[in-house]
Each structure stands twice: as C-alpha cells, then as structure tokens.
T-cell receptor, first 112, second 114 residues
C-alpha cells in the first residue's frame, strides 16, 4: 500500500525554465511533508518542508505547495539549473514521530 | 561538524549469511533511523532508535534487527540473507527524532546478496 506516490519517474526540463515535481498521498493523518534530493552514491539531502497548516513554503528557488483537500503537493524549482539534476523524493510524516514515508522518487534532468 | 557516516559502503554476501551494518550519527544526535532503498519499493522505514531503545518499527520480518549504543552509534543486522535483501541501506540521524525535525542521511551501505 503506497501511501505516498510520485507518479512521474522522470522529468526533463531546460535550464532556466520551471521544474514542477508532483506528489500525492492517501493517508489523511500525514501532517508534515518534506522534499529530499538525492545524488548518486550519496544519501538524501533535505530540501524544503511544509506543515499541513500552510499551503505554501518558499526557500530561494524552491517552493512547495500543499493542497490538503486534494492530498497533493508539488515542488517548484525556478529557475532550474543543471546542478539540480538529481532524484527528488517526496516524504510525509504523521503521528508516529520521525518515521518518514517516502514516494518512489522522480529523476529530474535539467539540460543546459 | 561531521555528517552521518556509514560503514561499510559496499558489501557482497551470499544467501543464508548474516550481515551487520554500522551508522555513526552526527555528534549530539540521539535518534537514528534506518531505511531500505530498492528500485521497486523506494525508500522504506526499517526502525528508529533513541537512547538505546527501539522506538518505532516498520513492516520488515524479524530477520532485520538493530541496536543502539550509549554513544548513539547504531548497528543493524540482517540474518539469513535473501536475494531480495539486496538494497541500499540508509541511516538518518536527528537530535531527538521528533516530528518536523530535519533528519540527516548518511551515504548508505550498498548490499549485494548473491
């Protein structure tokens, strides 16, 4: 039972354009959401997070949007840079403390 | 400040053997969580330790176990290895393991079971 889903395994965008990565969840007990970025041979690196009491959180080029009614969140990267090329994981936290539930990941490729 | 370290980085074992992986958290972090990453299942939570006690456990068979030492270093053990245990094993640490606290991941241990 995949409670967090990233339906796009890959995404390719041009440098300077916007990258939009999507994530859906099914468990209404999730109340905190995070995005992690992962390069090959490295562990995931925390990128940005959002609490369920907000609908938007922004940090530099990265913005996360949360639509609770649709159980959907998205990560926007503007402008995209070649160094952003990595696998992006959406993750959710519920009432069970620090237990992260991850999506399957989306491979983002930013072409120069 | 040193990051989360994991040893070994790569490991090859055969079916039926057992393996022990080690994780050293960031200094001052007392919560250590373990995750398994496979191509088909993504990142899945194994268990979390805090102050030498298992505080949370995922849906993995009893062959997967762990422990945490007084210095917060953690080990996970997999007994009677199966081919499907081939995966990247990641550990993550945080100060107290409370929700919304950023977890920092190590580079992982890549286990191959032949």
């Amino acid at each position: 039972d995949q409670q967090v889903k990233q339906n796009s395994p890959s995404l390719s965008v041009q440098e300077g354009r916007i990258s939009i990565l999507n994530c859906d969840y099914t468990n209404s007990m999730f109340d905190y959401f995070l995005w992690y970025k992962k390069y090959p041979a490295e562990g995931p690196t925390f990128l940005i997070s959002i609490s369920s009491i907000k609908d938007k959180n922004e940090d530099g080029r990265f913005t996360v949007f949360l639509n609770k009614s649709a159980k959907h969140l998205s990560l926007h990267i503007v402008p995209s840079q070649p160094g952003d090329s990595a696998v992006y994981f959406c993750a959710a936290l519920g009432t069970s403390g620090s237990r992260l539930t991850f999506g399957e990941g989306t491979q983002l490729t930013v072409n120069p | 400040k040193a990051g989360v370290t994991q040893t070994p980085r790569y490991l090859i074992k055969t079916r039926g053997q057992q393996v022990t992986l080690s994780c050293s958290p960031i200094s001052g972090h007392r919560s250590v969580s373990w995750y398994q990453q496979t191509p088909g299942q993504g990142l899945q939570f194994l268990f979390e330790y805090f102050s030498e006690t298992q505080r949370n456990k995922g849906n993995f068979p009893g062959r997967f176990s762990g422990r945490q030492f007084s210095n917060s270093r953690s080990e996970m053990n997999v007994s009677t290895l199966e081919l499907g245990d081939s995966a990247l094993y990641l550990c993550a640490s945080s100060r107290t393991g409370t929700a919304e606290e950023t977890q920092y991941f190590g580079p992982g241990t890549r286990l191959l079971v032949l």
